[in-house]
């Protein structure tokens, strides 16, 4: 099929590249010209497991082009998806204007019946402005054509997009009309094998699914946080209390794992705009507060155990980190625990040397060249002359550390652990001290 996807930033590119990895002709277009110049010769803006190698395939086999030219795109597509951003205003809410602004290009440029649809991650009753902006274009323009908008919002998680692309749980379609139904039936026949996997909504109930779905992640991880913060003052080890809970299939191991807060571009933007949205409809959402207030102050809780492990004298010590992104296998560092840490240990007068595989160049364009941040280009290199280590996010290659080095290197053989990646007791038995989220059974002598 003929598909037109507004936006080559995270959703539209993965989206893009893995509709014509199957056979579908898909032209992407973004504003941005100097994206599109790069995209056109496989400069790949992000960076995502096997998404260059399939950008790359697709563009040699001529199913995938990039462009600039918006009424021509449009003139290609039979579905045309809107994968723009829509980041928090003020208030939290999601803002709409790249969202609409391309609606508008639709309706000065369509010249043929449509099924417009969209993947941005937009509040309920953005559809009826969509449709609402196109419908006013082309009555500017005197045209009158059939055109559907429909929701079809998306569930993939960084790191694992391609993956989440081409083998979905579920495809969500929201539509008013059977043709959009089916068109999109088609078009995901590809990724829709063994069982059905298309769940067919109206527009409403699709576009609430998808802040429904992320906001039941987050709160998992927000109540695991809670009940990590309670097992510290009672005296248990949450991830005892994990494993004794994860195994009830009406709970699932998913998403209970307690950590230094959660980030990235879904959770803590879905969360508040659907608060916000609640508000605006004059109900007070009191567990989304609930959820983002708890991940607000768990951002900041490994701050609090290094300043109770050092009795508030900061000044002058250096603390290697590890890990920037706000997951491991992404180079994302939006809304990341790891920005609240810094600022927070820069402001005693603390110096940081920091390694993440992937995430460095990203760190450079937010925080400048300051004298209280070395960059480092290995997870060692960040130890050299650090009093301690923080671990702030789970690449996988901090799970086993030469740890008779780090007995040597870290001046003050302290660990502080933000993911509960290494064994209390092990570490503890080396010599280090040892603080976790949640760990509330350490028998470190510093507690
Ligand atoms: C999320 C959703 O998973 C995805 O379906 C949606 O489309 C976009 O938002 P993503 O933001 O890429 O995806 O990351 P995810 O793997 O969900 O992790 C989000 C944050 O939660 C990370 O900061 C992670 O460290 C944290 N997290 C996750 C926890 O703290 N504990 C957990 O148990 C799981």
């Known amino acids: 099929?003929?598909?037109?996807?507004?936006?080559?930033?995270?959703?539209?590119?993965?989206?893009?590249?893995?509709?014509?990895?199957?056979?579908?002709?898909?032209?992407?277009?973004?504003?941005?010209?100097?994206?599109?110049?790069?995209?056109?010769?496989?400069?790949?803006?992000?960076?995502?497991?096997g998404l260059e190698a399939t950008v790359a395939g697709c563009h040699a086999s001529g199913h995938l082009k990039f462009t600039t030219d918006a009424a021509a795109a449009i003139a290609h597509g039979e579905l045309i998806f809107i994968a723009v951003g829509t980041p928090p205003d003020e208030d939290g809410s999601a803002d709409l204007q790249y969202v609409l602004a391309v609606a508008r290009t639709i309706g000065q440029c369509?010249?043929?019946?449509?099924?417009?649809?969209?993947?941005?991650?937009?509040?309920?009753?953005?559809?009826?402005?969509?449709?609402?902006?196109?419908?006013?274009?082309?009555?500017?323009?005197?045209?009158?054509?059939?055109?559907?908008?429909?929701?079809?919002?998306?569930?993939?998680?960084?790191?694992?997009?391609?993956?989440?692309?081409?083998r979905p749980d579920r495809i969500v379609i929201g539509a008013d009309s059977s043709l959009a139904v089916e068109k999109l039936r088609h078009l995901y026949a590809p990724f829709n094998r063994n069982h059905d996997r298309l769940v067919v909504m109206d527009v409403r109930s699709a576009e609430l699914t998808k802040y429904a779905a992320n906001?039941?992640?987050?709160?998992?991880?927000?109540?695991?946080?809670?009940?990590?913060?309670?097992?510290?003052r009672v005296g248990a080890d949450v991830e005892m209390v994990r494993q004794g809970i994860g195994s009830d299939p009406r709970i699932g191991w998913h998403f209970i794992y307690p950590g230094a807060g959660y980030g990235g571009s879904c959770f803590p933007k879905d969360v508040q705009a659907l608060a916000r949205t609640?508000?605006?409809?004059?109900?007070?959402?009191?567990?989304?507060?609930?959820?983002?207030?708890?991940?607000?102050?768990?951002?900041?809780?490994?701050?609090?155990?290094?300043?109770?492990?050092?009795?508030?004298?900061?000044?002058?010590?250096?603390?290697?980190?590890?890990?920037?992104?706000?997951?491991?296998?992404t180079d994302d560092m939006r809304a990341a625990s790891s920005q609240a840490l810094l600022a927070k240990l820069w402001a005693t007068g603390a110096k940081v040397r920091a390694y993440d595989p992937e995430a460095r160049h990203e760190a450079r364009r937010i925080f400048g060249e300051r004298s209280d941040l070395e960059l480092c280009d290995s997870a060692q290199a960040a130890l050299q002359g650090a009093d301690a280590l923080v671990v702030v996010t789970e690449w996988k290659q901090f799970r086993s550390p030469d740890f008779l080095n780090l007995q040597i290197v870290l001046a003050d053989r302290v660990i502080f652990d933000g993911r509960n990646i290494y064994q209390p007791q092990e570490i503890e038995a080396?010599?280090?001290?040892?603080?976790?989220?949640?760990?509330?059974?350490?028998?470190s002598p510093n507690r």
């Open 430 to 443: 080396m010599g280090f001290s040892y603080y976790g989220i949640g760990r509330g059974r350490s028998a």
């Open 278 to 329: 609640a508000q605006q409809m004059g109900y007070d959402a009191r567990l989304l507060n609930a959820v983002e207030a708890v991940n607000e102050s768990q951002k900041g809780h490994l701050f609090e155990l290094i300043e109770r492990h050092y009795r508030g004298a900061l000044a002058g010590k250096t603390f290697a980190v590890w890990g920037l992104a706000f997951k491991p296998n």
């Open 1 to 49: 099929m003929n598909v037109v996807i507004f936006g080559t930033g995270y959703v539209g590119l993965v989206s893009g590249a893995c509709l014509a990895e199957v056979g579908h002709d898909v032209v992407c277009v973004d504003i941005d010209a100097a994206k599109v110049e790069g995209l056109n010769r496989g400069v790949i803006p992000i960076y995502e497991p």
């Open 215 to 232: 906001a039941m992640l987050a709160t998992k991880i927000s109540f695991m946080n809670e009940i990590a913060n309670i097992a510290e």
């Open 110 to 166: 369509l010249d043929k019946a449509a099924i417009v649809v969209n993947k941005s991650t937009v509040p309920v009753g953005t559809a009826d402005k969509v449709r609402d902006a196109i419908a006013a274009e082309l009555a500017a323009r005197g045209i009158e054509l059939p055109f559907d908008v429909v929701s079809n919002p998306e569930f993939l998680k960084e790191g694992d997009a391609i993956n989440d692309f081409m």
